[in-house]
């Protein structure tokens, strides 16, 4: 049986076929991933959040070299957000019957503790219907850092404060050695994963990522995959409770110190990897595909390359923005449900968990005159 066969049969990949399949061709591992794909989520249906992504902070002591969104506390752009300013933020949300803030800043050393349990309660407080999935594990590090608490007790109190989740930031390439040479300061993977473990014994939200394109090998964007892959079985085994899905995307470096000295990724690539991960990841039955990264056509494509969800709407993001110099950082519920649609899928938004809300009039959101759309 050739590696192909055995992951559609759903046999579980060693490191040395997941890096074998880089040297097969492209469409042969496209068609096995959209074949898993189909056996794995709903055939017809394709997902997609409406969220907003809130940076309360701009403030941050880590200075990954990829980041072009980061500031000191002296430069005259930073900032910190009051809780007044992110109310405003998910009002607009609200509005157009969003779900989630997906919130997270820099590494702020100056934030007292009760800046960021008081900002939990008010949103709770203000904003009952929101989810709240806050605070990458490199914050939570900080956390530990600058408060003397552990990552436990930490996670604790945030969760007491209205806390529903942590986002999986801070992913990147969870090999050391490709960490340390872009951001020597950042998380290192054993705390990545120390600090994911704890919110899923807790019950929360997480969810995996991974990003391509700092020069890392095939055999190291292997391991990555599967160490994500045993942290899910780890979880699922001792607590119920893994990732909700996968997520991954391209290394934006135009405006960053990394620019001309790391390749980044293109589309052939970044679908390839994507293919790849449905193919490692027997385990995860979510996969998005990522648009702000490699753009709507790309990320369309990405359909029929493993992915099962669009991503969300994101409303502001500035992050992966910032590095890569485009405008890419919102999109609309109406851009969303025509790629999908275009795609030959149903529509469908979802939450967190990847649990089906409701079922769009394609319709009605493509031709608010009132004229048919035809069918896919």
């Known amino acids: 049986m050739d590696v192909l066969d055995k992951a559609v049969s759903g046999e579980r990949l060693s490191h040395a076929e997941i890096t074998s399949l880089y040297e097969l061709p492209l469409g042969e591992v496209a068609a096995a991933a959209h074949q898993v794909r189909l056996q794995k989520a709903d055939k017809d249906v394709v997902t997609y959040l409406i969220d907003r992504n809130i940076n309360y902070t701009n403030v941050c002591r880590i200075a990954c070299n990829f980041c072009a969104f980061y500031r000191t506390d002296r430069q005259k752009d930073a900032y910190v957000l009051d809780y007044g300013q ?8 609200e509005a157009v019957g969003g779900t989630r803030i997906l919130m997270q800043g820099g590494v702020n050393p100056k934030l007292p503790f009760e800046y960021y349990t008081g900002l939990l309660q008010h949103i709770k407080q203000h904003h009952p219907g929101i989810r709240i999935e806050a605070f990458s594990p490199e914050e939570i ?80 964007r292997a391991s990555h995959l599967i160490k994500i892959r ?34 980044g990724a293109t589309a052939h690539e970044y679908l390839q990897t994507l293919a790849i991960s449905r193919l490692a990841l027997d385990n995860q039955r979510n996969i998005q595909t990522s648009w702000p990264g490699q753009g709507f056509k790309v990320a369309q494509a990405g359909l029929f390359y ?15 923005s910032a590095a890569g110099g485009h405008d890419r950082h919102a999109t609309t519920v109406r851009e969303l449900v025509r790629i999908i649609h275009d795609a030959g899928f149903t529509p469908a938004q979802r939450d967190s968990y990847f649990r089906v809300l409701h079922y769009p009039d394609v319709n009605a959101v493509l031709n608010p005159q009132g004229l048919e759309v035809a069918p896919a």
């Open 306 to 320: 493993g992915a099962n969800d669009m991503g969300s709407t994101m409303l502001e993001e500035n992050v992966v």
């Open 230 to 263: 045993e942290q899910q079985d780890r979880a699922v085994e001792r607590y119920g409770n893994g990732f909700a899905g996968f997520a991954m995307w391209s290394l934006q470096t135009e405006h960053t110190r990394l620019a001309g000295k790391a390749p």
């Open 141 to 220: 590090l900080g956390f530990e850092q600058f408060f003397g608490m552990s990552a436990e007790e930490v996670i604790d109190r945030l969760i007491e404060a209205g806390l529903d989740g942590l986002p999986g930031a801070g992913g990147e390439i969870l090999e050391d050695e490709v960490r340390a040479a872009a951001a020597p300061a950042r998380i290192r993977s054993e705390d990545w994963f120390r600090i994911l473990d704890i919110a899923q014994r807790k019950g929360i939200y997480t969810i995996s990522t991974m990003v391509i394109g700092f020069g890392e090998s095939y055999a190291q």
């Open 86 to 93: 992110i109310s405003e933020k998910i009002r607009v949300l």
